[in-house]
């Protein structure tokens, strides 16, 4: 999908000059271990996330210019590449980073070549992923922030975020180092081989954040380019809030269940890899259910319960906060009908008083039309009585209550 192009932001701090390189090509870490680890040890926060994918065919001698909008401020940038679908080795040759000024163009002398164990090159196995070295410099807070990353031999499946919301750019040949828009000819509306964006807060006791959901947390029906997904929202509540999470990662996948595995991995099955492991959560903010419940597989409230139940006690495992919505409205819809009704309402029954989360924020109450609680209200509803619009975006983040996002864990 793609939109138009992103609007001026203006900034008062730019990335500074980057750590010295070397040419030998570094080698990524295993998705199967947890890449927070190291990150971690520096307080580093996520201030920006996209849940991995299958993105089709990888394309050798490709080039992309990804735009993602960052919550948290810090210094030390990184950035976490995944091949976590990829059947081979990807080779990124060229990475960088710099600061949106318009489109595809950057603020003049803010791009900055990325690093990974002090090599220009890295190399990351099939189903891992690989950190950036840390960038000098400091990030503020709701950046426009540009990573463009280039591949000489990508082929076979590609990984990435489908539905980003936000226009980027794609070339063919290398050029990341360039500032200009003039080689950045196409645009895309997917995020590829990016997953993830940390900084180093000066504040070391900063957190994060990290909104697990479907559709309507990746931001569909909202406005491309302008940010106004319910997670972005809710990041700029925090930046104005005397709280101390500040790091917001929208990982919500259009059309993913809890349970089972289609539109991306069931969030059972990503758990790990989109959110435990992402440096500095304390909260998981899960609002997921409704494409389970109106697939009419058979689902039960006791089965979408259940896998409510694992992914609490295995966040609780690790330590994090669990804040759990309540199931919205969709009446109007036309997967919609009363035996999935029913079930959405035990669901919700449960996500309300069960006491098994540690906060609960209660969506379906702020979506529903007072006189036909199946149904959204008509002022915040897409038009398709599913996805709220940028109203309803904006009403579901004013909703959380910012003080659940911490508890004694």
């Not at 039309?369 to 709220?388: E, K, T, V, W």
Request: aromatic share 6%; charged share 20%; net charge negative.
């Amino acid at each position: 999908m793609t939109g138009r192009f992103a609007r001026a932001v203006a900034l008062t701090a730019v990335l500074l000059t980057s750590v010295a390189c070397q040419t030998g090509p570094a080698r990524a870490t295993p998705a199967s271990k947890p890449p927070a680890q190291a990150a971690s040890a520096r307080h580093d926060v996520v201030t920006w996330g996209a849940s991995a994918d299958r993105m089709g065919q990888g394309t050798a001698d490709r080039g992309y210019r990804l735009v993602v909008h960052t919550s948290a401020a810090g210094s030390g940038l990184r950035v976490r590449l995944s091949n976590a679908f990829g059947d081979r080795p990807l080779t990124l040759d060229s990475v960088y980073a710099g600061l949106q000024r318009q489109g595809a163009a950057l603020v003049p002398g803010s791009n900055k070549r990325l690093t990974f164990d002090g090599a220009r090159t890295v190399t990351v196995p099939a189903g891992a992923i690989a950190w950036s070295d840390p960038l000098p410099g400091s990030l503020p807070a709701g950046s426009n922030l540009v990573v463009s990353l280039h591949s000489p031999d990508a082929a076979g499946p590609a990984t990435g975020h489908g539905m980003a919301m936000q226009t980027s750019y794609a070339t063919q040949g290398d050029h990341t180092a360039e500032e200009s828009a003039a080689g950045w000819t196409e645009t895309t509306g997917s995020w590829w081989y990016l997953d993830s964006v940390s900084v180093r807060p000066s504040n070391p006791a900063t957190g994060a954040v990290v909104a697990l959901g479907d559709s309507i947390t990746d931001g569909w029906a909202s406005t491309t380019d302008l940010n106004r997904r319910w997670p972005d929202y809710l990041a700029r509540r925090l930046q104005k809030a005397h709280t101390d999470v500040k790091g917001v990662a929208d990982e919500g996948i259009s059309g993913n269940q809890v349970l089972a595995d289609g539109a991306g991995q069931a969030a059972l099955h990503r758990l790990d890899r989109d959110v435990l492991s992402q440096p500095g959560v304390r909260t998981v903010f899960l609002f997921e259910g409704v494409n389970d419940i109106k697939a009419h597989t058979g689902v039960t409230a006791a089965d979408l319960i259940a896998g409510y139940r694992e992914i609490v006690r295995r966040a609780h495992a690790a330590g994090k906060c669990v804040v759990a919505s309540t199931v919205g409205p969709f009446e109007g819809w036309p997967e919609w009908d009363q035996a999935g009704e029913a079930v959405r309402q035990e669901v919700n029954r449960y996500i309300r008083t069960s006491g098994e989360v540690d906060a609960v924020t209660d969506f379906d109450r702020i979506l529903r039309s007072p006189y036909d609680q199946a149904r959204m209200l008509p002022f915040l509803d897409s038009g398709d009585h599913i996805h709220p619009n940028d109203k309803g975006m904006q009403a579901m983040a004013d909703a959380v209550d910012l003080t659940s996002l911490h508890c004694d864990r």
